[in-house]
DNA sequence: CCTACCGATCGGTAGG
DNA sequence: CCTACCGATCGGTAGG
């Protein structure tokens, strides 16, 4: 069982072991669901024993935590940035460019993150939850905005934000990264939630 | 721990106890996951033991595969409705309307075959596969149909189907069923989907 | 549908 | 980072 114990990524001095075993966490949790995830088939794909994991987390949820709040975080960065622009327009159009290079990025960790943090307890469930949801406000402000504004069309901001939110999460389960560029799906992206499907 | 016994819906002979037991299950995979939740759990809350569960299934991932082959079946049928109208601006309609009904009137059901079927070992795996495919297939061909006969903006229909797909899907995450009618719903997507949300 | 029970695996600790 | 080990819980079976 040799060929098990391989890392998925050599560290090499630049990726230190904790982060590898954040990586290989990702990997696991992204297949398998984290629940069904053990510790020890965790350390096995990293090359330590079990226990091991222990001195770099106090526990497997310690694992999982640190997975949704690190992109928690980054797709509130990338929000951030969309909320320097100045017109509505503008704002949104950062906003779901950011979002998507956040998802394609970090496919995987996406995907975890999604699914993944109702498994967490207090106090991590209830900040994470917090983080998130401040996202989707800050997200539907943004629309809100714009319709005040007669950027947008009037309808149902909450509507708006949850389609547009939930169509780019699923981005990390069908995209291939090799179809095409960044940029091109963003258009495409933009294209139908801008002008619609129909002539 | 009387409360725990007993079950969310009393058979009243109405209900059997095999459907009793995947009522239980679909909310409890809900809640926790299917991998983190165990027969026994299962069995408390329909208010018998473990190893009874076993004279109405042969094993818990039959649980989880007849939950998931029923969903797959009952969005089918919605397609196939879909697919007998006329023209393809009708049939994209309908086919966004039955898929929003099926989500909305099998929440808990929906987001478990999304979530869990992966846990699925083969045959099962393979067959919800080809199942789920052949649907999205058929959307996706909608989609094609409608832009080759002019009545769709041409766009790459792969993103479109799956864009429209994993809004909708998402619509079992959060949308609250007293909010509004179904149709106003329906309504609101329709608007999105083809006119877009710029003025 | 129950009681009694099995081997396997789980997250985690002690101690070095 | 390791070996040795713990109590708890798992899916499932035997036999009635």
């Known amino acids: ?6 890392p998925r990524k050599v560290n090499n001095g630049l990726v230190s072991r904790k982060e590898l075993i954040l990586e290989e966490a990702v990997h696991m949790y992204r297949e398998r669901g984290y629940a069904s995830s053990s510790v020890r088939d965790l350390a096995q794909k990293v ?4 226990p ?3 001195s770099h987390f106090k526990s497997k949820e310690h694992i999982l ?11 509130i960065k990338g929000l951030e940035k969309a909320e320097k622009e100045k017109n509505t327009n503008n704002k949104l159009r950062v906003a779901i460019q950011e979002h998507i290079r956040v998802v394609l990025h970090h496919k995987e960790a996406s995907v975890v993150m999604w699914n993944e943090w109702k498994f967490l307890t207090n106090p991590f469930h209830q900040d994470f939850q917090k983080m998130i949801r401040d996202y989707e406000r800050k997200f539907e402000n943004i629309i809100k905005e714009g319709m ?4 947008f069309r009037m309808q149902n901001p909450n509507t708006v934000s949850n389609l547009i939110l ?3 999460n699923g981005l990390a389960h069908w995209y291939k990264n090799d179809e095409r560029s ?5 258009q495409e992206f933009s294209e139908i939630y801008l002008k619609g499907i129909v002539n």
Chains 1, 2 share one sequence.
């Not at 005040?148 to 950027?151: I, L, S, T, V």
């Open 1 to 6: 069982m040799e060929v098990l114990k391989t």
């Open 47 to 50: 090359g330590i024993e079990a």
């Open 52 to 54: 091991s994991i222990y």
């Open 65 to 75: 935590s640190q997975i949704c709040f690190k992109m928690a975080e980054t797709f």
């Open 148 to 151: 005040k504004q007669g950027d």
């Open 166 to 168: 939930s169509s780019l």
């Open 182 to 186: 960044l940029k091109e799906l963003e």
